[in-house]
């Protein structure tokens, strides 16, 4: 957060800059995991393996289970009862 502090030019109200500062997080996270995925990479192929996925598919992970399994759990977790 301090080091968008020193570089936020916007309005000077507290919702924008949270949400500008919270942005910024994102987007560090974001190069952050894409230098450790290059890293990991280059290293991994100098010993002649590499790694299985690409990075978009680690970062944004599709769903593996269906939409009623996760009802059904919540439900069941949530201690109620489903009237038809």
Not at 44 to 53: D, E, P, T, V
């Amino acid at each position: 957060m301090w080091l968008a502090l020193g570089e936020y030019r916007g309005p000077a109200r507290m919702d924008v800059f949270v949400a500008y500062t919270v942005e910024r997080a994102k987007a560090k996270r974001g190069r952050d995991a894409y230098r450790s995925y290059i890293a990991d990479s280059l290293h991994l192929r100098g010993k002649g393996m590499f790694i299985g996925q690409r990075l978009s598919e680690l970062m944004h992970p599709k769903p593996t289970c269906d939409p009623d399994e996760v009802l059904d759990s919540i439900v069941e977790g949530a201690g109620l009862e489903v009237i038809e």
